[in-house]
């Protein structure tokens, strides 16, 4: 069973950045991890999820999305099915859940499986 | 590309709850769902329109058309009370609605 496993809680300041991790469990390197995107979504507390971009581990192509794209790095190591986070210049506003999700052999064009999130606080 | 939801709708248990997405021309795209309680990882519950994940029950159906995609809960149930968001591909990029609270009581 596939499953998509994050890194823990984070505490920052502003200003600095943080680097969230998802292992994808369940698959082989050469598999099935290669071929689907892994994308990064956020939800504010008390506000909706909202995208950030993506990444499709077989060919390192990353798509951002125009909000985030000056300040976040999507990678992925393809010899441990993890994939990163990275977003700098923190803010106070960046206090959040951060999930990542992806597909599976299942559905088509849709998030099946996701984290179980990680929660950014920003604070000084 | 935006998705516009109602904050929120109101069920009766038992009844039928319908949720709706906007968009342009959103009918030429393929529409998800997906649940999410407080607290929790959103769960996929329709994608293409109207295909149900292995594990989500019949009573949950979505249509989409012209500029409207509808989520629609038959026989709602308590433990239907979630936040649910539509998300659709555009250019490449994902994009979910607002979101809308549905509430059975």
């Known amino acids: 069973q596939v499953q998509l496993v994050q890194s823990g809680a984070e505490v920052k300041k502003p200003g600095s950045s943080v680097k969230v991790s998802c292992r994808t469990s369940g698959v082989t390197p050469g598999g099935s991890f290669n071929n689907y995107a892994v994308s990064w979504v956020r939800q504010v507390p008390g506000q909706g999820l909202e995208w950030m971009g993506r990444?499709?581990?077989?060919?390192?192509?990353?798509t951002y999305a125009q909000k985030f794209q000056a300040r976040v790095t999507i990678t992925a190591d393809k010899s441990t099915t993890t994939s990163y986070m990275e977003l700098v210049s923190l803010r106070r506003e960046d206090t959040a859940v951060y999930f990542c999700?992806?597909?599976?052999?299942?559905?088509?064009?849709?998030?099946?499986?996701w984290g179980q999130g990680t929660i950014l606080t920003v604070s000084s | 590309y935006d998705l516009t939801q109602p904050p929120s709708v109101s069920v009766s248990p038992g009844l039928t709850a319908s949720i709706t997405c906007s968009g342009d021309?959103?009918?030429?795209?393929?529409v998800s769902w997906y649940q999410q309680e407080p607290g929790q990882s959103p769960v996929l519950v329709i994608y293409q329109d109207y295909k149900r994940p292995s594990g989500i029950p019949e009573r949950f159906s979505g249509s989409n058309s012209g500029n409207t995609a509808t989520l629609t809960i038959s026989g709602t149930q308590a433990l239907d009370e979630s936040d649910y968001y539509c998300q659709v591909w555009d250019s490449g990029l994902a994009v979910f609605g607002g979101g809308t609270k549905l509430t059975v009581l």
């Open positions: 021309r959103l009918g030429d795209k393929f």
């Open positions: 999700a992806r597909r599976t052999d299942s559905v088509d064009d849709a998030f099946d499986i």
């Open positions: 990444i499709i581990p077989a060919l390192g192509d990353t």
